[in-house]
């Protein structure tokens, strides 16, 4: 029996180049996202389109402000937490209605459009437990208060949990057949403390 290897890179600034948007463009509007997809899947024959863009969609929809440079990623212009009364006082966002959160959704609905007829996936993204927290409080706070203050890192995890399976289900209802989730900043830590804050959180997501 003969095995096909399905093709499909993480294609971001290269789709964003390749169609002749800016990246701030391919980031920051959802038809210039699946325009770059679409053409990528046809001048290189992927097997599979994505959402992916940057880690700052469910960030902003929390309430962080976030620059967009013209040929770089987006990026964060402030952390949001800084203690853990800032967490109690973070509010779950509705990703229907923010902005960032629902430019994706849309990109969902306009790729599956495209290729569902053709049985070609399309696969949306969410942050990961420990990404997102690093999102919202910066990477080396969360990672000094996993020994100083876990209680914090906890606390925070569990409630950017609720906007990550929200902004799943929601791209999942959009049409995404395959839910991509990023969470590198656990290569920074210990299997101790991945088993310990990470593991399960991850695993309940969908």
Same mark, same amino acid.
């Given at each position: 029996?003969?095995?096909?290897?399905?093709?499909?890179?993480?294609?971001?600034?290269?789709?964003?180049?390749?169609?002749?948007?800016?990246?701030?463009?391919?980031?920051?509007?959802?038809?210039?996202?699946?325009?770059?997809?679409?053409?990528?899947?046809?001048?290189?024959?992927?097997?599979?389109?994505?959402?992916?863009?940057?880690?700052?969609?469910?960030?902003?929809?929390?309430?962080?402000?976030?620059?967009?440079?013209?040929?770089?990623?987006?990026?964060?212009?402030?952390? &949001? $937490? *800084?203690?853990?009364? @800032?967490?109690?006082?973070?509010?779950?966002? /509705?990703?229907? #209605?923010?902005?960032?959160?629902?430019?994706?959704?849309?990109?969902?609905?306009?790729?599956?459009?495209?290729?569902?007829?053709?049985?070609?996936?399309?696969?949306?993204?969410?942050?990961?437990?420990?990404?997102?927290?690093?999102?919202?409080?910066?990477?080396?706070?969360?990672?000094?208060?996993?020994?100083?203050?876990?209680? &914090? $890192? *906890?606390?925070?995890? @569990?409630?950017?949990?609720?906007?990550?399976? /929200?902004?799943? #289900?929601?791209?999942?209802?959009?049409?995404?057949?395959?839910?991509?989730?990023?969470?590198?900043?656990?290569?920074?830590?210990?299997?101790?403390?991945?088993?310990?804050?990470?593991?399960?959180?991850?695993?309940?997501?969908?």
């Amino acid at each position: 029996m003969e095995h096909y290897i399905p093709f499909h890179p993480i294609l971001m600034h290269f789709a964003a180049r390749h169609a002749g948007y800016t990246y701030r463009e391919f980031a920051s509007d959802y038809r210039a996202l699946v325009d770059s997809n679409l053409r990528c899947l046809e001048d290189f024959r992927t097997d599979a389109v994505g959402l992916i863009s940057d880690p700052f969609r469910e960030t902003a929809a929390f309430g962080a402000e976030i620059w967009f440079p013209e040929e770089e990623v987006p990026r964060r212009k402030d952390v &949001l $937490v *800084r203690t853990i009364d @800032d967490v109690r006082a973070l509010k779950n966002p /509705d990703v229907y #209605r923010c902005e960032r959160t629902r430019d994706r959704i849309r990109a969902g609905e306009e790729l599956c459009r495209h290729v569902s007829s053709r049985g070609i996936p399309v696969i949306g993204w969410i942050e990961g437990p420990l990404a997102e927290s690093c999102d919202l409080a910066g990477v080396n706070e969360v990672l000094l208060n996993l020994f100083m203050e876990p209680d &914090l $890192v *906890r606390m925070l995890i @569990d409630k950017t949990m609720v906007t990550a399976r /929200d902004f799943a #289900r929601a791209q999942v209802e959009s049409g995404c057949g395959i839910i991509g989730v990023g969470d590198a900043i656990c290569s920074q830590v210990s299997a101790e403390d991945y088993r310990q804050f990470v593991r399960e959180k991850a695993q309940g997501i969908i």
